[in-house]
Nanobody, 124 residues
């Protein structure tokens, strides 16, 4: 069982930066693929970024490439999402998720555990 708690969301202006954190419980955090997803009002949950067990592999959705960076610190059981050059279209609830699998994870069905979400609002 893994519990995930996100933090770091807030209200910012376009062009600003935020860093989301996701703290995980459990002793096997390093064996989980981690991912960030987001869901805007009236839209489906969408993939944002994913990172492999040791952090050697990452992947992003096209709309955030070059602006967002996913990273993890297995010693702290924490995964991060650094978000730079934020745009109004990045406004959403951001969710952290953990998957019991190898490699990377791109779709919600691959993930076993989810956090409660943190709101990110970007004003123009």
């Amino acid at each position: 069982q893994v519990q995930l708690v996100e933090s770091g969301g807030g209200l910012v202006q376009a062009g600003d930066s935020l860093r989301l954190s996701c703290a995980a419980s459990g002793r096997t955090f390093s064996r989980y693929v981690m991912g960030w997803f987001r869901q805007a009002p009236g839209k489906e949950r969408e993939f944002v970024a994913t990172i492999s067990w040791r952090g050697s592999s990452t992947a992003y959705t096209d709309s955030v490439k070059g602006r967002f960076t996913i990273s993890r610190d297995n010693a702290k059981n924490t995964v991060y999402l650094q978000m730079n050059s934020l745009k109004p279209e990045d406004t959403a609830v951001y969710y952290c998720a953990a998957a019991q699998k190898y490699g990377l994870g791109y779709v919600p069905d691959e993930y076993n555990y989810w956090g409660q979400g943190t709101q990110v609002t970007v004003s123009s």
